[in-house]
């Protein structure tokens, strides 16, 4: 099955900076890529996602990357705001399934 | 109200108890999901359910027994849990169960086994 791995687990950035966040995925067969983003006391959200015919796509100040020779794929948020401060999910899912697989997350935490 | 809704937001049971969390949604998808989510652990897949049948159970302990009487709720009913089994228990929903399917979460159920 597939694997997803995240990192790093925890993210401190000032605010105005960039922050990455990089995942890999170990089926090749995967091909849609979605970023989750999980506020204090709320459910995962939905914040963007990505699919395999795709290198990049951006939506305000926030990014993702796809390489999919490495299997590998990145979130980048720039001029990092207080309100960015939250838990980051990535997950994959190969291609023909219903169901998504994980990272383990990543914190970020963005100071004034 | 609008999204997935899911009651009881916290929950403490004693390891004899029978409980049952529950979870609505409003937006008219046709597929339902129980996720557990604990401390540094990825989101755990526990069951899916696609037009009130259940599609994927991830060997799940039988001790958690889900029920999808409609395609709008979904329940999730617990009998001598394990401290253990102590997490966030997460609902969500998705319009299908194939293809690029954006699941959209409710806040969860926070449950504590003592």
């Known amino acids: 099955g597939e694997n997803v791995e995240q990192h790093p687990s925890t993210l401190s950035v000032q605010e105005g900076d960039s922050a990455v966040i990089k995942c890999t995925y170990s089926?090749?067969?995967?091909?849609?890529f979605p970023w989750y983003k999980q506020e204090l006391g709320k459910g995962p959200q939905l914040i963007i996602d990505?699919?395999?015919?795709?290198g990049e796509k951006k939506d305000q100040r926030i990014a993702v990357t796809l390489n999919k020779t490495a299997k590998h794929f990145s979130l980048h948020i720039t001029e990092t705001q207080p309100e960015d401060s939250a838990v980051y999910f990535c997950a994959a899912r190969p291609s023909g399934y219903s169901t998504l697989t994980f990272g383990k997350g990543t914190m970020l935490l963005v100071s004034p | 109200e609008t999204g997935v809704t899911q009651t009881p937001r916290h929950l403490v049971m004693g390891m004899t108890n029978k409980k049952s969390l529950k979870c609505e949604q409003h937006?008219?998808?046709?597929?339902m999901y129980w996720y557990k989510q604990s401390a540094k652990k990825p989101l755990e897949l526990m069951f899916v359910y696609s037009l009130e049948e259940r599609v994927e159970n991830n060997s799940v302990p039988s001790r958690f027994s889900p029920e999808c009487p409609n395609s709008s709720h979904l329940f999730l009913h617990l009998h001598t849990l394990q401290p253990e089994d102590s997490a966030l228990y997460l609902c969500?929903?998705?319009?299908?169960?194939?293809?690029?399917?954006?699941?959209?979460f409710g806040a969860g159920s926070r449950l504590t086994v003592l």
């Open positions: 969500a929903s998705s319009p299908g169960t194939t293809g690029a399917n954006v699941l959209t």
């Open positions: 990505i699919r395999s015919n795709v």
């Open positions: 937006l008219g998808h046709n597929a």
């Open positions: 089926d090749s067969a995967s091909n849609y």
